[in-house]
């Protein structure tokens, strides 16, 4: 089973973000004619589904295509293959003129506030201008909107008037994420929207996503490196290697019962809180493969300390091992049927 089709069926809560096989293959050209001699597989068949109200956190290594994910996503990629479904609208094949209209209920906060945000505008006018830019308020309606949303991420009204570098670090991405939420979307991707913050700002710019979220119901693509960060704001977490989910279950359950070898060992490398407490940390050897030459079979067997000779051939395919908890691992099986 998928995952996406279960979690179309529960009850109550609906989804806001499905997406279906999705791949994303860059070809690599060569030569003066730009011959086509291979292919980076970013993205190879990821499938899953967010509801309202929800953090997906999506982890991984630097290069696993996580980012990648969260472009093709947005449609500033266009998709290889697959299919995104935003509210039950297929959007994976949408023209441009009419994605702009779906393209308000999907925004983006970036991971460096700095180079996201035009130095030449003031924080204001940065925040106004997605209202312009759709035609949904001007004049004195827009300066209120714009108001509203700096009190709502915590920023003094005077602080329009300022210009990004006259910010700090967090107080720039807090603008940036008053920008996405200019256009009252119901998910917002946010790419290691913390990752270029000092420690102590990023616990408050989580906090204000939560706060938002709990006030509003959007749901969030999270996508980080770190996986303690992922943690804490996210209620199911998507593991990423090489262009594809090795696991995906509810943050409690990943973080005490790991199906994934990856998983386990990038668990192993998340600090313990309580000193007395020990956990053995699992060197990882090898490099991570190329997306542009995945090995075959699990893409993971170069560095899996389980590796068994199925594994250097088959694909092992994303199953519901337990209820709600997925792994893409040959030696993880579901019970078989009674
Ligand atoms: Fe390791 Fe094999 Fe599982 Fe891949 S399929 S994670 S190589 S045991």
Redesign the pocket.
């Known amino acids: 089973m998928t995952e996406a089709p279960r979690q179309v069926r529960e009850e109550g809560r609906r989804v806001v973000l499905r997406v279906q096989d999705l791949a994303k293959h860059f070809p690599v050209k060569h030569g003066l004619f730009g011959r086509v001699s291979g292919h980076v597989y970013a993205v190879d068949g990821v499938s899953f589904s967010i509801h309202e109200g929800e953090t997906l956190g999506v982890v991984g290594e630097s290069g696993c295509g996580k980012s990648t994910l969260g472009k093709t996503v947005l449609r500033l990629l266009p998709p290889t293959s697959g299919q995104i479904l935003l509210r039950g609208k297929d959007i994976t094949l949408m023209p441009e003129r009419h994605l702009r209209e779906q393209r308000r209920q999907m925004q983006m906060v970036f991971q460096d506030p700095y180079a996201s945000l035009n130095p030449r505008m003031r924080c204001g006018e940065i925040v106004g201008e997605p209202l312009t830019i759709h035609g949904l308020a001007s004049g004195r309606e827009k300066e209120q909107r714009v108001t509203a949303l700096f009190e709502r991420v915590g920023l003094r009204p005077d602080q329009k008037k300022r210009y990004p570098h006259q910010l700090s670090g967090g107080q720039r991405q807090r603008v940036g994420v008053a920008r996405a939420l200019a256009l009252t979307p119901s998910l917002i991707i946010a790419d290691e929207p913390v990752s270029a913050l000092d420690v102590s700002v990023q616990a408050q710019v989580i906090n204000l996503l939560k706060d938002l979220q709990r006030d509003s119901s959007l749901a969030y693509l999270f996508i980080s490196h770190n996986l303690a960060v992922v943690e804490h704001i996210s209620h199911r977490i998507a593991v990423m290697y090489v262009g594809k989910l090795v696991e995906l279950t509810d943050k409690k359950t990943l973080f005490r019962s790991p199906l ?3 998983t386990e060992a990038l668990l192993s490398a998340v600090p313990v809180p309580d000193p007395g407490a020990k956990r053995d940390r699992i060197i990882l050897h090898g490099d991570v493969p190329s997306p542009m030459n995945p090995p075959p079979g ?1 893409a ?2 170069t560095r ?1 300390p ?3 000779d199925i ?1 250097r051939t088959q694909v ?1 395919a994303l199953r519901e091992v337990t209820s709600g908890h997925f792994a893409a ?3 993880r099986q579901p019970p078989a049927p009674a």
């Open positions: 994934h070898p990856y699990c993971f067997h899996c389980y590796v068994k594994c092992p691992c040959h030696l």
